[in-house]
């Protein structure tokens, strides 16, 4: 069991020719595109316009997924402004060149893994030699699957929903994965006790103990940036309340004393703050307490109803959320309170990758659950790969 994990969270990938600089020149064509500024605005960002040639099944399948869902658009060769080219016999080779300034971006090789690991890593070098961001293709994330027996497991997927594996056997209720900073290991809410308790569970043994099996309900589970705390709601001391402990369960402290139901704590990435979701005057709002623990601060969510499940984006910037109004919808709302919410797309339970630009929800479509991957500037998203008939509650590795 613990080379499967293993070989699941490992990307074995070599490199052998180096990226080349850009280097670029001032002066333009008659008649090239003109390339506007691109604002860092939640919905209203156009897409970067790219070419793709040269490229065949599953690897040009893989470029096209992880670059649409990170902002880009496919076009004409003579329409884009970068020119992304090159072969996958025998292992990629690769190019990237700007059309605007006549530079060449990148160019490289891949060898020592499989076409579809190769495909990932040469995304992200696209995204970081255009962009100067980090790219997504060879990150982690973890869901609920439900399965034919009724019964739900965690399972463990590449970003796009590929080369998943079942890290559970519960054969029960599961709920909420959260993932441990820095660790091969989750935490979760399993009913298997007969109680809805947490668990933290090592990937790579296969190994997990409880660390909160209190009376009463204990899920959502949310680790701190640093890995040393963890948050979750616990209904111990009455009603579902937001509480703080170490990873073992010791240093149990609890930060919310309200009648409301709390849920779905999240930490702010430099650990001060938790926000979660309570009622105030009978609304459901967002709301944020001390990690150390202290008074209570609203977040505005004006114009939009019942925001819920919130998760904060790495760079601290962005709360996503959960609003429940007539349907389901993925919205955005600065953290600093400076704007009212964007609505971006259809969905719920949002999760933040490590670049804080995209987002993995859960889509409903034909009564079933199913993952999508979207890119809050641009509002493109697309759908994974589905590992059962619903599958939900996603968390991204970080």
Known sequence: MKNNYL?????????VLPITVASFCHGQDPGVIQVKKQYDVPGQTKPILVSLEGFSGEVADVLKFDLYVQGFSFVAPETAQYQISGTDAGGIQGRVADRVVKSTLLTRSYTGASLRRQ??????????????????????IAFKAQLPSGNGEIFVADFDGHNSQAVTHDKSIV??????????????????????????????????????????????????????????????????DVWVCDTDGSNL????????????PCWSPDGQWICFATKLNERRVLAKVPASGGAIQRIPTAGVSNPTEPDWSPDGKWIAFTSQGGGFDICVVPADGSAPPTALVAGEDP?????????????????????????????????????SGNDSQPAWAK
Request: aromatic content about 8%; glycine content about 8%.
């Open 7 to 15: 070989t699941l969270l490992k990307v074995c990938l070599s490199v």
């Open 119 to 140: 495909a990932h890593a040469f995304a992200d070098d696209i995204v970081q030699a255009i962009t100067h961001k980090n790219g997504i293709g060879q990150t982690k």
């Open 253 to 264: 402290k609890q930060l919310t004393h309200t009648p409301e139901d709390e849920s779905s």
């Open 351 to 387: 999760s933040w990758s490590p670049n804080s630009r995209t987002l993995v929800f859960t889509h409903r479509a034909g009564g079933r659950y199913s993952l999508s991957v979207l890119d809050v500037l641009t509002k493109q998203y697309k759908d994974i790969a589905r590992i």
């Open 175 to 240: 709920a909420a994965p959260a993932w441990a900073p820095g660790r091969l290991a989750i935490y979760y809410t399993s009913y298997q006790p007969g109680n809805p308790d947490i668990f933290y569970h090592n990937l790579g043994t296969g190994q997990r103990h409880d660390i909160a099996a209190h009376s009463g309900l204990n899920t959502s589970a949310a680790a701190s940036p640093d890995g040393s705390r963890v948050a979750m709601i616990l209904s111990k001391g009455g009603s579902p």
